[in-house]
């Protein structure tokens, strides 16, 4: 009996498998990199996420390579979001006299910001909250052109304004 693409082109890589996963990529580029379709990899993959025992170790090594790689996005979408400190350091080739060496010495020293970031802020409270923090409110009482559209309508500063006037005379007319 010949061997299924699974047992020949996926199985043997498993380890391989979680690995590029980890390192981001995506069920495409995996397939890819097994010369199998894409179709054929996700349905691999969706089987046995829904319990069928001969896909299992794939699924179980593509989601555990995902974690990782998406942890590690997902802490720098909230570092981003709420900024961070760090530190710069400047060096140079100094000589040692007493040993006549070249040595690389810290000469400079400083703390730099990277202020918070409101586009990455709202992703995350929109995924994180999704209560609270949506990217199209939700119309209140029911009424989207008054309190829902987001649109603000400002009073007139004149009832008819008319044509400009100008500097230092009446306007003809």
Not at 28 to 49: F, P
Request: glycine residues 8%; aromatic residues 10%; contains cysteine.
């Amino acid at each position: 009996m010949a061997k299924s693409k699974y047992e020949t082109h996926v199985l043997p890589y498993l380890d391989r498998i979680e690995t590029w996963a980890k390192a981001g990529a995506t069920a495409k580029d995996i397939a890819a990199k097994l010369h199998i379709a894409y179709s054929t990899l996700r349905k691999y993959i969706d089987e046995g996420q829904d319990g069928d025992e001969r896909y299992a170790a794939l699924s179980d090594a593509f989601a555990r390579g995902c974690e990782i790689s998406d942890d590690a996005v997902e802490t720098a979408l909230y570092t981003r979001a709420t900024g961070i400190a760090y530190e710069e350091k400047t060096y140079e080739r100094v000589l040692n006299k007493a040993t006549g060496q070249y040595e690389e010495v810290c000469t400079k020293r400083v703390t730099k910001f990277i202020p918070p970031d409101p586009t990455s802020a709202m992703f995350w409270l929109t995924n994180r909250r999704p209560d609270r923090w949506k990217y199209k409110p939700e119309p209140v009482n029911g009424d989207d052109e008054e309190n829902g559209s987001g649109v603000v309508l400002l009073s007139p500063v004149m009832a008819n304004p008319g044509p400009p006037v100008p500097e230092g005379g009446a306007a003809d007319g």
